[in-house]
């Protein structure tokens, strides 16, 4: 638990001193019952034994809760999205026909995308991305779950590998204005700016075997996917062994490169997973289905505080003319 006006607390000091000053006058009140007008008083009270201090207790955790409350308390919490949007980045590059994930990475794929679409509700929305040389929106965030199917079904394989177009593309799906990538001189890159409206909870999941053939890195738009709460979820396919295809009647060397697929988890604060079967590919849509449904999010705690309080101060009075016959 953490608080927005954590120096506030100081005015917990109260709560030792309310307990001083209860002690004395407990004690100035037994010194005053041996005077003929509040021995009878006294002795009433002094009957109930420890049960007289339950009151005062009552009303000094009532004022502890109002001072912790002042300084607005507020706690991380785990809470259902009520509404979220996924983009389905896949990898249709010339090595995903690698058979090093059976039947092929980039069918395997489609297989585990196919299945996590249709186990959401309808409260997601599904948008779908391919990319080779260049990247293409396949299909826009939506809730028609035959439109995303139909999509995924349609992919096939062809061409190089960009990261940067398959990433610029996922985020230009979701995005409510253009995403303006300006490389200077030098080579780095300037992105102004830009507004993702209500998706900025969103997530993608890029499956791809991380073979980039390009230069171009995709790191700013990983960080400028983090800065918005977009989170990258890359799915390694294949092994890092690798193996070989034939395309065209040559034959060519493939293997994962997983340092280029954790480096953009690691800029989008999302999880980057490997997987070398469809087994652990279907674990991992699993993993990715149950991030999405729980959010963190920094709830304030100032009313149940406040709440507690006047509940405690409530009982402290009934109880008090319960015993005693008047208010603490």
Do not use: C
């Amino acid at each position: 638990m953490s608080f927005i006006w954590p120096a506030a607390l100081i005015g917990l000091l109260l709560v030792p001193l309310a307990i001083a000053a209860y002690v004395l006058l407990g004690r100035r009140s037994a010194t005053s019952s041996h005077g003929a007008t509040l021995g009878a008083g006294y002795d009433d009270v002094a009957a109930l034994g420890w049960k007289r201090h339950l009151s005062p207790v009552l009303a000094l955790l009532a004022l502890s809760a109002m001072l912790v409350g002042f300084a607005r308390p507020q706690a991380q919490v785990e809470v259902p999205e009520l509404r979220s949007t996924v983009m389905l980045v896949f990898d249709t590059s010339q090595s995903m026909i690698a058979d090093d994930l059976e039947p092929t990475r980039l069918d395997a794929a489609k297989a585990a995308a196919t299945t996590f679409v249709e186990d959401q509700p309808d409260s997601v929305e599904i948008g779908i991305v391919s990319f080779g040389s260049s990247g293409a929106i396949t299909l826009r965030p939506s809730d028609d779950r035959t439109a995303v199917l139909s999509s995924i079904d349609r992919l096939q394989a062809a061409g190089g590998t960009s990261l940067n177009e398959g990433l610029f593309a996922g985020l230009s799906a979701i995005a409510q204005s253009p995403i303006i990538y300006l490389p200077d001189e030098s080579g780095d890159v300037d992105i102004p700016p830009v507004d993702f409206g209500g998706f900025g909870s969103a997530i993608i999941v890029l499956f791809s075997d991380g073979e980039d053939t390009t230069e171009q890195s995709p790191a700013p738009l990983a960080e400028l996917a983090a800065a918005n709460g977009i989170r990258i979820y890359p799915v390694g396919l294949g092994s890092t062994d690798g193996t070989v295809i034939e395309l065209d009647g040559f034959s060519l060397s493939t293997a994962l490169n997983e340092a280029s697929l954790q480096e953009l988890a690691e800029r989008s604060n999302g999880t980057y997973f490997q997987v070398e079967s469809i087994d652990e590919l279907a674990a991992v849509t699993d993993t990715i289905e149950q991030d999405l449904q729980l959010n963190e999010e920094q709830l304030e705690l100032t009313s149940v505080f406040g709440v507690g309080a006047l509940a405690l101060i409530a009982m402290a009075a009934m109880l008090s003319m319960r015993l005693k016959g008047r208010m603490p």
